[in-house]
C-alpha cells in the first residue's frame, strides 16, 4: 500500500497479507518502541478482536482492518477522548474521501443507515502518571456484499459498497482517515479537549435518544444528554439520578 504521509500519523505503514489481528501486532511493536502514529494494516485477519471480548468476522480482504499506534504525551485519564477522537477521525475521513456523513453510536461504534459500519477498539498502556502508547484498531467494511456476512450480524452490518453500490477504493480510504487522524492527534495533543467532544457529539446519533444501559448486574433506562468533559456519557434515567457512562455496553433505542 502506498499512502502519502501523514505529518504524524502513517508516516510509517506495515502491511501485511494475513496476521491474526493487527491490534496485537500494534501492542507488540509498541512494547520495541515503534514510533508515534505507526500504522498497521492487513488484507485479512484470522483472530480479529472487537469490543467487550467479541470477535470481529475480518476474514476477507474486503473491508479495511487496521491499528494505529499513538504515543501521546498525556495522562491516563484522556483515554476515553482518544477513543472519541478516533471515530471523529473515521467519520471525517469517509466524508471526505466517500462523501457519506456516518453516524457515531457511544462510544465508537460507526453507524450507516441504522446499521453497524464499522467499530473501533482502543486498547491502552499506561502508568499511573503517563501514557506509554494507546493502540487504536479500526475495522470498516467497505466492499462486502450482504452475503459476506455471517448470520449474527447479517441484520445489523452493513458495507460502503452495500450504500452506494459501487466498488470503493480501500487504499484512498485509508489515506483519508489517516490525514482526519493527523489532524484531530494535533488537536488531542494541545488538550483541546472540548472541540473533540463538540465535533463528536455533532455526528452522534446516541445523544437525546432514549438509552439503555446494560451493567453487569442492572439495567437503567434514561435519556442520553450530553458528553462529560472525560468522555464520559451522561444519561438522565428514569429513576431520576444522573449517571456518568465509562464502559460497558448501551443498546441505543430505534437502532
Ligand atoms: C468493535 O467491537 O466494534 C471494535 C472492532 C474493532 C476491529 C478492529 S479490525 C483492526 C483491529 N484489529 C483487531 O483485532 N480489532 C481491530
Request: contains cysteine.
Given at each position: 500500500?502506498?499512502?502519502?504521509?501523514?505529518?504524524?500519523?502513517?508516516?510509517?505503514?506495515?502491511?501485511?497479507?494475513?496476521?491474526?489481528?493487527?491490534?496485537?501486532?500494534?501492542?507488540?511493536?509498541?512494547?520495541?518502541?515503534?514510533?508515534?502514529?505507526?500504522?498497521?494494516?492487513?488484507?485479512?485477519?484470522?483472530?480479529?478482536?472487537?469490543?467487550?471480548?467479541?470477535?470481529?468476522?475480518?476474514?476477507?480482504?474486503?473491508?479495511?482492518?487496521?491499528?494505529?499506534?499513538?504515543?501521546?504525551?498525556?495522562?491516563?485519564?484522556?483515554?476515553?477522548?482518544?477513543?472519541?477522537?478516533?471515530?471523529v477521525a473515521v467519520v471525517e475521513g469517509i466524508s471526505e474521501v466517500q462523501g457519506i456523513v456516518c453516524g457515531i453510536k457511544w462510544p465508537n461504534d460507526i453507524i450507516l443507515n441504522g446499521r453497524k459500519l464499522g467499530g473501533i477498539?482502543?486498547?491502552?498502556?499506561?502508568?499511573?502518571?503517563?501514557?506509554?502508547?494507546?493502540?487504536?484498531?479500526?475495522?470498516?467494511?467497505?466492499?462486502?456484499?450482504?452475503?459476506?456476512?455471517?448470520?449474527?450480524?447479517?441484520?445489523?452490518?452493513?458495507?460502503?459498497?452495500?450504500?452506494?453500490?459501487?466498488?470503493?477504493?480501500?487504499?484512498?480510504?485509508?489515506?483519508?482517515?489517516?490525514?482526519?487522524?493527523?489532524?484531530?492527534?494535533?488537536?488531542?495533543?494541545?488538550?483541546?479537549?472540548?472541540?473533540?467532544?463538540?465535533?463528536?457529539?455533532?455526528?452522534?446519533?446516541?445523544?437525546?435518544?432514549?438509552?439503555?444501559?446494560?451493567?453487569?448486574?442492572?439495567?437503567?433506562?434514561?435519556?442520553?444528554?450530553?458528553?462529560?468533559?472525560?468522555?464520559?456519557?451522561?444519561?438522565?434515567?428514569?429513576?431520576?439520578?444522573?449517571?456518568?457512562?465509562?464502559?460497558?455496553?448501551?443498546?441505543?433505542?430505534?437502532?
Amino acid at each position: 500500500v502506498r499512502i502519502p504521509a501523514g505529518q504524524l500519523i502513517g508516516k510509517e505503514i506495515i502491511h501485511f497479507e494475513e496476521i491474526d489481528s493487527t491490534n496485537n501486532y500494534a501492542k507488540k511493536i509498541a512494547n520495541e518502541g515503534c514510533r508515534d502514529g505507526t500504522v498497521v494494516v492487513s488484507e485479512r485477519q484470522t483472530m480479529a478482536r472487537g469490543r467487550v471480548g467479541r470477535q470481529w468476522e475480518s476474514f476477507t480482504n474486503e473491508g479495511l482492518w487496521f491499528s494505529i499506534v499513538l504515543r501521546p504525551d498525556l495522562e491516563p485519564e484522556y483515554i476515553k477522548i482518544v477513543t472519541l477522537a478516533a471515530a471523529v477521525a473515521v467519520v471525517e475521513g469517509i466524508s471526505e474521501v466517500q462523501g457519506i456523513v456516518c453516524g457515531i453510536k457511544w462510544p465508537n461504534d460507526i453507524i450507516l443507515n441504522g446499521r453497524k459500519l464499522g467499530g473501533i477498539l482502543t486498547e491502552l498502556s499506561a502508568e499511573p502518571e503517563h501514557i506509554n502508547y494507546v493502540v487504536v484498531g479500526i475495522g470498516i467494511n467497505i466492499n462486502q456484499d450482504k452475503n459476506s456476512f455471517n448470520a449474527e450480524i447479517k441484520n445489523k452490518a452493513t458495507s460502503l459498497r452495500i450504500h452506494t453500490g459501487e466498488t470503493v477504493s480501500r487504499v484512498r480510504l485509508l489515506e483519508g482517515i489517516l490525514t482526519g487522524f493527523d489532524r484531530i492527534y494535533s488537536i488531542m495533543l494541545q488538550r483541546r479537549t472540548q472541540e473533540i467532544i463538540d465535533s463528536w457529539s455533532g455526528y452522534s446519533v446516541t445523544l437525546g435518544k432514549e438509552v439503555k444501559i446494560v451493567l453487569k448486574n442492572t439495567e437503567y433506562i434514561g435519556l442520553a444528554q450530553s458528553i462529560a468533559s472525560d468522555g464520559r456519557l451522561i444519561v438522565k434515567c428514569n429513576d431520576g439520578v444522573i449517571r456518568e457512562i465509562a464502559a460497558g455496553e448501551i443498546q441505543v433505542r430505534g437502532l
